[in-house]
């Protein structure tokens, strides 16, 4: 019976190499010896930076393959999400583009703070993308043979959030548009108002979509795009209103999450809610449109937003 015992106990530790490297015992030891990986952990431990799994078809891509290919997977068209400044380098014509307000940052006039303080989040993700302010890159650039006053918004910088800067960055930017007499193009990825500014944030909303209601008074279009995610405070003003209204494939997009409105409804979602599919077939969009195809058809529909009018 011990015996037994014995070899039912050395059944279950039979030992297997750790699939995770264990830490180091000081750091002095950290690159001085090879971990011994078994084939799992050597494949999981895959230098990273270099291939991308996509979470779609679940295919290997070499990464500058999908900067080549605008962060779309090559195999399934899965879109991947993309930096403000690249969307804006694969849209506008070579050294066209003239950016505002680029040195405009927001001020913590409400000393907010919740997890963190309001004040080191802004540092926390000035230094994680030093080429970003805020969340949103505003400018004039020429699309094909249209000059237009675009802008981009930028999920990394604190979950593309619309605070006082993202606000008066795209209002200047319509106004200025509406000066010039040039089409607004707003590519919008967000999570919704800035918490941190509090009523500053939501005044955003107002502000933004007054600034394009003088817009389309002077007879100007606005072609807004949803990118993934576009949630709440931005698709409840500007992102909504466009004469256009354009997606990427399979964008989320919505007010409120679809897990708070199952909690608070109680009730089945359908297939497929609160994607830009699913929002083109209920009317709020009017077309789905690649990344790759993006460009061409942002000149289309220029073309005919436009057409008539002199070009200033
Ligand atoms: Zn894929």
């Not at 900067?67 to 930096?83: E, Q, R, S, T």
């Not at 020429?142 to 675009?150: D, P, Y």
């Not at 993006?294 to 200033?312: C, Q, S, W």
Request: proline residues 6%.
């Amino acid at each position: 019976m011990p015996s037994r015992a014995l070899k039912k106990k050395s059944v279950v530790t039979d030992p297997v190499e750790p699939a995770v490297t264990p830490p180091p015992k000081s750091p002095e030891t950290t690159f001085l010896t090879k971990p011994k990986l078994s084939p799992k952990s050597r494949k999981r431990d895959m230098p990273e930076g270099l291939w991308i799994r996509c979470p779609e078809c679940e295919e290997l891509i070499y990464d500058k393959e999908l900067d080549d290919n605008l962060k779309v997977c090559p195999k399934c068209g899965h879109h991947f999400p993309i930096a403000s400044r690249e969307r804006i380098h694969s849209l506008v014509e070579t050294c066209s583009f003239e950016e505002m307000d680029a040195q405009m940052e927001a001020v913590d006039v409400l000393q907010f703070t919740g997890a963190a303080s309001y004040e080191s989040k802004l540092a926390a993700n000035r230094k994680k993308s030093p080429l970003l302010k805020d969340a949103v890159v505003t400018g004039i650039g020429r699309i094909g043979h249209h000059r237009v006053a675009l802008g981009v918004m930028d999920f990394s910088f604190l979950g593309g959030s619309m605070g006082s800067v993202v606000g008066e960055k795209l209002t200047r930017l319509i106004e200025i548009g509406t000066d010039r007499g040039l089409p607004v193009v707003i590519i919008s990825a967000s999570g919704g108002a800035r918490m941190y500014e509090g009523m500053f944030s939501l005044m955003q909303m107002a502000k933004t979509c007054g600034a394009l209601a003088y817009h389309a008074k002077h007879k100007l279009p606005y072609i807004s795009v949803l990118t993934d995610p576009t949630y709440a405070g931005v698709i409840a003003s500007f992102a909504t209103i466009g004469d256009l209204i354009l997606a990427e494939p399979k964008a989320g997009i919505g007010f409120a999450g679809a897990r708070v409105i199952k909690d608070t409804t109680q009730a089945e979602l359908p297939e497929g809610f609160q994607t830009a599919e699913f929002l083109q077939k209920h009317g709020l969009i009017d077309a789905i449109v690649s990344r790759k195809e993006m460009k061409d058809r942002l000149v289309y529909y220029l073309d005919f937003l436009t057409a008539g009018r002199r070009p200033h």
